[in-house]
């Protein structure tokens, strides 16, 4: 047994359709990417009651799965290339789709929207540092690993 490495999980985004097959074309998030952290942005709800003796308790009430992205901007790269075309949109054009696949192979599948695209900056000398978030919209599909 051993530790994966974040480099093994792949994020795939929507970036277009191909008319002539009528498939997604989806295209990798990598290129360029040093760093993703997910987080379930949960929703607590946190009540004392009587019976409580003063202490709480703490339901989970809500979430919604997103998925912050750091690194260098790439010219050229089809993934970057289409989030950083959305920086200006709002609304429905900054909504497509997106996959994330586990090194074990379980999917995480679903709508999503690109929020906070910013970049790229940095010092004169240095690569341009981005950053963006994907925010899935409702719970994504999680299709379990195939049994081994």
């Keep these: 047994m051993s530790f994966d490495l974040m480099n093994s999980h792949s ?3 929507k970036t277009g359709t191909d008319t002539t097959a009528g498939t997604d074309i989806m295209s990798l998030i990598a290129k360029g990417i040093t760093n993703v952290e997910p987080s379930n942005n949960e929703e607590l ?3 004392k009651y009587l019976d409580g003796d003063g202490y ?3 339901d989970v009430i809500g979430a919604q799965t997103v998925l912050a992205f ?3 901007r790439f010219y050229g790269d ?3 290339d289409f989030i950083f075309s959305k920086t200006l949109e709002l609304g429905s054009a900054r909504r497509t789709t997106f996959e994330w696949t586990e090194p074990d192979g379980g999917k995480f ?3 999503c929207t690109i929020a906070n695209i910013s ?3 940095g010092a004169a000398g240095a690569k341009g540092e981005i950053s963006f978030e994907i925010h899935f ?3 994504p599909a999680y299709t379990p690993p195939a049994a081994t």
Excluded: L, Y
């Design 11 to 13: 994020f795939m985004i």
């Design 45 to 47: 709800s946190q009540d």
């Design 56 to 58: 709480g308790e703490t």
């Design 70 to 72: 750091t690194g260098h």
């Design 78 to 80: 089809p993934a970057q």
């Design 109 to 111: 599948t679903g709508a």
């Design 119 to 121: 970049g790229p900056s």
């Design 137 to 139: 919209n409702g719970k």
